[in-house]
């Protein structure tokens, strides 16, 4: 891979080089539920849609989780290496992949345990819920693949790679687009199908991001850049901002689910249709 100078090289051409890939990575993380949305209205109609309106709470819970470690850890991989501090620079890309680990499957093993409860906190109907209920437990089974991959991506930009993270999400996203037809009309598998194809591409990416770990440019992991200590708080701190940020746009959404069902029962479309 190409090498970035990043002390010497041209500001101008830094923030094409970073920003774009940024951006198009950002975008294509949103593409999952759009395409679910597509493809699950056509083969399944307005409960199927409703039911991925109401996981997708959940989704950003991941992605917040992926952006409090992801970023935490690439802005404090940045700061040591322009430091000098080589090791705990190393620390932490390990100490991140260890918290993303642990807490991802903790985070799914939650999710899918108070799954019934928290569909209808975030707005779910009586018509939806054993579709949110479907779609939910493959996407809260497959919500540790989606965190690592999203946080590592963050990390493997700060490691001067950006098209290599850029073209893992587009692979993965990719195989959700060629895999949801497939699966919820020429398979009828309905919302199961769209859940199932957004889980393999976010494996895929999740694959790739591994693959990474071997041919990091900036820093050597050891075994000791593993070990949990002081550092995660640092790591955590510098990735509160995006955490918080995420969770915003959480209390907005379920607010608005809620409205939609509360509001929408009295109209003469129903609680369904407007969740949809």
Request: glycine share 8%.
């Amino acid at each position: 891979m190409k090498e970035l100078n990043l002390e010497k090289e041209k500001i101008s051409k830094l923030l094409a080089l970073f920003s774009i890939p940024c951006v198009v990575s950002m975008l294509i993380n949103s593409i999952y539920n759009i395409v679910d949305q597509i493809f699950i209205g056509k083969g399944v109609g307005t409960l199927g849609n409703g039911a991925t309106n109401v996981i997708f709470p959940l989704v950003i819970i991941f992605n917040a989780t992926a952006s409090l470690i992801g970023n935490g850890a690439s802005a404090n991989l940045s700061l040591k290496l322009g430091e000098g501090k080589k090791d705990e620079a190393s620390k932490s890309i390990g100490q991140s992949l260890v918290m993303m680990v642990i807490i991802s499957i903790i985070l799914s093993l939650l999710a899918y345990l108070f799954l019934p409860k928290l569909i209808m906190l975030f707005g779910c109907t009586e018509n939806v819920f054993e579709y949110a209920l479907e779609y939910g437990k493959i996407i809260v089974l497959g919500a540790p693949f989606m965190i690592i991959y999203s946080a590592l991506s963050n990390i493997i930009r700060a490691d001067g790679s950006p098209k290599y993270s850029m073209m893992m999400l587009v692979i993965g996203a990719i195989i959700n687009i060629v895999l949801d037809p497939i699966f919820i009309l020429h398979f009828d598998m309905g919302v199961k199908g769209g859940a199932l194809a957004t889980v393999i591409g976010q494996f895929v990416s999740f694959a790739i991001a591994l693959f990474y770990l071997k041919k990091v440019k900036s820093v050597k992991l050891k075994k000791d850049s593993l070990k949990l200590d002081r550092n995660v708080f640092r790591i955590l701190s510098l990735g509160l901002s995006s955490f918080i940020t995420q969770g915003t746009i959480l209390v907005l959404f379920v607010f608005m689910n809620n409205m939609m069902t509360r509001f929408g029962a009295l109209s003469k479309f129903g609680a369904d249709i407007p969740l949809s």
